[in-house]
């Protein structure tokens, strides 16, 4: 199953734009990548997902590099609610493969 | 409102004390699954279900079971639980048109 890097930690300040990085070099052709992230006490929730082209939606953006090997989940405007843990995931079967994830941090 | 819902919510337990965790979805989902998460390990997928009647073994299937006899439920079994087996459970459904997947809130399981 193909790997995905993200760093342990971020931090941030409200209403700043963050940027999450996601390195994933060894991705094959059919995977999508996919963003979760899990608000303390909570499952998990789906963010966003794509395959080769950028992808908006009302939650974050996702920027995918030309070649694949790396993406980036942008959320333009931080508040206090995206405190998270942010995980990449490459999906081409039946299931998700979670690592670590990216704790997120919000400063008021 | 579209929800997974899972019972109960937290549960302490012995060794060997049967139990079952129920996982319901309302959204007449056709695949469901359970992960089990741990500090440092991140979740991992425990069983899965394409529809039913229909299951399979994720990661770390042993000393679980499942069965998947409606559509809409999917309960966890473990017949003999054991310490190693305390954990924070997830089930989660998708539809086969989408890729998004929607958790339940987690059941927290203590197994002294």
């Known amino acids: 199953d193909a790997k995905t890097t993200q760093p342990n930690s971020m931090e941030s300040n409200e209403e700043e734009p963050v940027h999450l990085p996601c390195n994933h070099s060894t991705i094959s052709g059919t995977d999508y990548i996919h963003w979760y992230r899990q608000l303390p006490s909570q499952g998990p929730e789906y963010v966003i997902h794509g395959l080769t082209s950028n992808v908006n939606n009302r939650m974050a953006s996702l920027a995918i590099a030309e070649d694949r090997k790396s993406s980036t989940l942008i959320l333009h405007r931080a508040t206090l609610r995206d405190a998270a843990v942010y995980y990449c995931i490459l999906f081409n079967t039946d299931k998700l493969i979670f690592g670590t994830g990216t704790r997120l941090q919000v400063f008021p | 409102e579209a929800q997974v819902t899972q019972n109960p919510r937290y549960l302490i337990t012995v060794t060997g004390k049967k139990l079952t965790v129920t996982c319901s979805q309302n959204m007449n989902h056709e695949y469901m699954s359970w992960y089990r998460q741990d500090p440092g390990l991140g979740l991992r997928q425990i069983y899965y279900?394409?529809?039913?009647?229909?299951?399979d073994k994720g990661d770390v299937p042993e000393g679980y079971k499942v069965s998947r006899k409606e559509k809409r439920n999917f309960p966890l079994i473990l017949e003999s639980p054991s310490p190693n087996q305390t954990s924070l459970y997830f089930c989660a459904s998708r539809d086969w048109s989408s890729y998004e997947q929607y958790f339940g809130p987690g059941t927290r399981l203590t197994v002294t």
């Open positions: 279900s394409m529809n039913v009647e229909v299951t």
